[in-house]
């Protein structure tokens, strides 16, 4: 079964080559594989109300671990800060 939520990523911006933090949407499998989408995604609502929903939702789950990792050559998940791999 797959599941899904954001995540905080964390790569490196082509043009500086400086760190950047940004949200995805990531799809956990039960046996561990996992993948996300390419690009970072933005919040997006119907209605006033929809969009703040989106952009709580986002908020919420990039402060869950693990987070993604994407300034290697393999992406992975790592905890907070800590650099342990999931």
């Known amino acids: 079964m797959t599941t899904w939520r954001y995540v905080a990523s964390r790569g490196r911006d ?5 760190e950047a933090w ?16 390419e690009q970072a995604v933005t919040p997006v609502g119907n209605t006033l109300e929809e969009l703040q929903r989106d952009l709580e939702m986002m908020r919420r789950d990039s402060q869950e671990e693990p987070h993604l ?7 992975r998940l790592t905890g907070a800060g800590d650099g342990s791999v999931r």
């Open 22 to 37: 940004e949200v995805r949407e990531l799809y956990l499998e039960d046996d561990g594989n996992f993948s996300f989408t």
């Open 69 to 75: 990792d994407l300034t290697g050559d393999e992406p």
């Open 14 to 18: 082509q043009a500086s080559g400086e």
